[in-house]
C-alpha cells in the first residue's frame, strides 16, 4: 500500500516542479525539505519543530469526485481540521519556496479552498517561488477567482488524459471534457497572469493521441505540459484489476511518443516526461517525507 501511495504521489504531481524551477533551482531544492501533508500524517508532522521547506503539497480533504481507471489511492470523508491547518502553516512553517492545494485528492471538493489558499498567502507558509493549485478542472468553477488572485496563485495545473471525449470518460469516469475545457478557458480569461498546466497520463489507451491533446492545450493558450508513463501495482486493493493491465505501455512507446511530441511542436509547447524507470526513482526519494 506504501509503495502504491508513494508512487501514485510523485507520479502525479511531484515533477510538475520541473516545469516551475531552473536546473540549478531544482538542484537547490533537493537539499530542503520537502512536506507532503494529509488526513494521514498531519498529526505526526504538526509535532515535529519549525522547518524551512522546498516544497509543501496540501490535500485538505480525501476524497474525489472522479474514478480514474488507474488510481490507487484509498479514499475517506477525512478532513483536516481549519484552526490546525492554521496552527501548522504559522508554527511548523519557518519559509517555504512552493507550495501546492491538491496532491492525490481532488482540493475543488472542498468548499474552503479559497479561504485556505489565503490563509497560506498571509503566513510563514507563503512561498517565495510558486503557488500551484492541482485540479481536475470539473468543480473549479464553484469557487472564487478572485480570491484566488489575491492568494497570488502562480500556477493552475489540470488533470487532462485526452481531447476527445471517449478517451477522456473511459480513463477519468465522472468527467467531462466539455466542462473541463470550458473551466479552463474561463479561469484563464479571469486569471491572465496564472499559468495553466495540462498533466496527463499516458497509456495505451491515449497515447496515440497526445498530439491532438497538445493542439487542444495550445488552441486555448495552455503551452506547458506534463506527461507521465501510467503504472500499476497488482497487490493494491483500489486500481482497476481488470482494465489498467491492458493499459500499460508497450516498451519503447513512452520514448517515441516523446520524440515526436518534440519533433512536431518544438518551442510553443514545453514538456516534462516522466517514465516508469523516472518514476520508480521518485518513488523511493519520496519515502523519505512519507508518515502513512
Not at 516551475?20 to 505526526?44: D, G, H, M, P, S
Not at 496540501?58 to 496552527?87: A, E, G, K
Not at 499516458?202 to 488552441?219: F, Q, Y
Amino acid at each position: 500500500m506504501i509503495k502504491d501511495y508513494l508512487g501514485r504521489l510523485r507520479n502525479k504531481l511531484f515533477d510538475v516542479n520541473a516545469v516551475l524551477l531552473t536546473k540549478r533551482e531544482a538542484i537547490r531544492v533537493i537539499n530542503t525539505k520537502e512536506c507532503q501533508l494529509n488526513v494521514y500524517n498531519f498529526k505526526k508532522l504538526r509535532a515535529q519543530s519549525p522547518s524551512k521547506f522546498g516544497f509543501i503539497y496540501f490535500d485538505p480533504n480525501n476524497n474525489c469526485n472522479l474514478h480514474c481507471v488507474y488510481c490507487h489511492n484509498h479514499r475517506s470523508d477525512d478532513i483536516i481540521v481549519t484552526d490546525d491547518f492554521q496552527s501548522f502553516i504559522e508554527n511548523n512553517v519557518i519559509s517555504t519556496a512552493n507550495f501546492q492545494m491538491g496532491c492525490i485528492m481532488e482540493p475543488t471538493l472542498d468548499p474552503r479552498l479559497c479561504n485556505l489558499m489565503l490563509m497560506v498567502a498571509n503566513s510563514p507558509a507563503k512561498p517565495n517561488k510558486a503557488f500551484l493549485l492541482q485540479t481536475n478542472g470539473i468543480l473549479l468553477h464553484k469557487h472564487d477567482y478572485g480570491k484566488i488572485r489575491d492568494a497570488r496563485l502562480t500556477h493552475l495545473s489540470v488533470s487532462i488524459d485526452a481531447a476527445d471525449p471517449e478517451t477522456q470518460k473511459f480513463l477519468r469516469s465522472g468527467t467531462s471534457l466539455k466542462k473541463v475545457i470550458s473551466n479552463v478557458v474561463s479561469f484563464r480569461k479571469s486569471c491572465p497572469e496564472i499559468e495553466v498546466i495540462f498533466t496527463t497520463t499516458v497509456t495505451s489507451k491515449n497515447v496515440r493521441k497526445m498530439e491532438n491533446l497538445v493542439a487542444v492545450g495550445l488552441e486555448v493558450g495552455v503551452n506547458r505540459f506534463y506527461i507521465r508513463e501510467v503504472f500499476y501495482h497488482p497487490d493494491n486493493n483500489v486500481v482497476d484489476h481488470e482494465r489498467t493491465p491492458g493499459l500499460l505501455l508497450k516498451e519503447n512507446d513512452f520514448s517515441r511518443m516523446k520524440q515526436n511530441l518534440i519533433a512536431k511542436f518544438g518551442t510553443p509547447a514545453h514538456f516534462v516526461f516522466q517514465d516508469l524507470k523516472a518514476i520508480e526513482t521518485s518513488t523511493r526519494k519520496l519515502k523519505s517525507m512519507s508518515f502513512r
